[in-house]
């Protein structure tokens, strides 16, 4: 069978890339060996924070009285919290399922394999292998946990983060390896539901080690009053896994000190690995560099017609990112004149409480880059909105360009500040200056006058501060 397309791997990336260029007229196939919707949809973005939301509504039950309401004693069901986030996800896929027979692609139930004169070898669930020809082929294959060489995931006391969405049983102690937005995220999850967590992190930042320093000390200082412990610039040296628990041997690498943490169960968050082996990448020849894919900027390989998109090339490992790249690259497959991607406007969020969004430079690389700056600063402890929610918490942090205004990056703590990034990534797509944020209406109350407060702090015309 022949096709004018064949996607491998229908997770964000590759379900997006494969609608786009049914809608532009080709005839798309898209290879998947499980759930459609990939890791994103059935283990990652929509289960976790279905999780979050239990967590979160069970913060709000204890904390019922700061609102006026009296609730008797609330028990976070640990499984039942498990079984509402799986059929999320589940329902999720459904909707892939459908969104590919109302376009007309034909899904490949196996595992896929470039191979030579642009075909795909699919082995389904049985062995059974079936080629399938295509003038364009797009690796979207996604990417996997990183192991790190010293802690191997056995998937039972020391797991990843799809594990950590099926657990059989709450652990009573959980250490927590990475604080980027896995390890944050799981370490509220489970220290919100009653377990024990220490946070282990290599970077001396500490929690969110890529984010503004303003908002890791932010985050750290809210995880601390909550009970979760972190500890930065520290080293794991050995998991031992002998015996009923874990024993987890950490090192500070500014003092030395060594110490010995008793757990459950060890979740490893140290970042994602791209799946490029055994997908026939060598028997064509394309070229690969750290196990990343190489593309030009519409995502070409150096073979004609092979295509990557996602976590198997460089770049931010996001759905949003591999969703953006599929459609350009489709577009640009049909003939198409898309804008390549600008990859300093990509907005990151992490869902723990409070919420993390950024977008653009931070303080520090804008003064590196040599920009002269402008910095406003706004607490949402200043926020009507903020404080009628409960939730007077964090900031949102602008960075300016003093010479011409041009928003050179929003760094943002605090209750669904996740919602509130998608502003700044507009206004900065369209080259908005400063002084016309200032002069944009926000709605009040509203969290969002949170960032025209801080766009006019940054430019000294601030009115609730």
Known sequence: ??????????????????????????????????????????????????????????????????YGIKVEKAEADFEGMIKRSRGVADGMSKGINFLFRKNKITVLNGTGKLARGKSVEVTDAEGKKTSYTANNIIVATG????????????????IEYRKAMSLPKQ??????????????????????????VTVVEFME?????????????????????KGIKVLGNTAVETVNTKGRGCKVTVKNRKTGKVEE??????????????????????????????????????????????????????????AHVASAEGITCVEKMAGHSPEPIDYNNIPGCTYCVPEVASVGYTEQAAKEAGYEIKVGKFPFSASGKA????????????IFDAKYGEWLGAHMIGYNVTEL?????????LETTGHE???SIHPHPTMSEAIMEATAAAYDEVIHL
């Open 421 to 429: 990034v998608a502003e700044v990534v507009a206004a900065r797509k």
């Open 143 to 158: 990417g996997r946990a990183k192991e790190l060489p010293n802690i191997p995931i056995d998937g039972k006391k020391i």
């Open 1 to 66: 069978m022949n096709f004018d397309l064949i996607v491998i791997g229908s997770g964000p990336g590759g379900y997006v890339a494969a609608i786009r260029a049914s809608q532009l007229g080709m005839k798309v196939a898209v290879v998947e060996r499980e759930s459609l919707g990939g890791i994103c949809l059935n283990w990652g973005c929509i289960p976790t924070k279905a999780l979050l939301k239990s967590a979160q509504v069970f913060e709000y039950i204890q904390h019922a009285e700061d």
């Open 171 to 196: 652990p009573k102690k959980m250490v927590v390896v990475g604080a980027g937005a896995i390890g944050v995220e799981f370490a509220y999850f489970y220290h919100s539901i009653g377990t024990e």
């Open 387 to 398: 404080k009628a929610a409960g939730a007077a918490g964090g900031f949102v942090k602008v």
């Open 437 to 439: 944020i200032i002069k």
């Open 261 to 318: 943490i008793a757990c459950d169960v060890v979740l490893s968050a140290a970042g994602v690995a791209p799946n490029t082996e055994n997908i026939g990448l060598e028997t064509l020849g394309v070229k690969t560099d750290r196990g990343l894919i190489s593309v030009d900027e519409y995502y070409q390989t150096n073979v004609p017609g092979i295509y990557a998109i996602g976590d198997v090339i460089p770049g931010p490992a996001l």
């Open 205 to 225: 930042q500490g929690l969110v080690p890529r984010e503004d320093p303003d908002i890791s000390k932010e985050l750290g200082r809210t995880y601390k009053k």
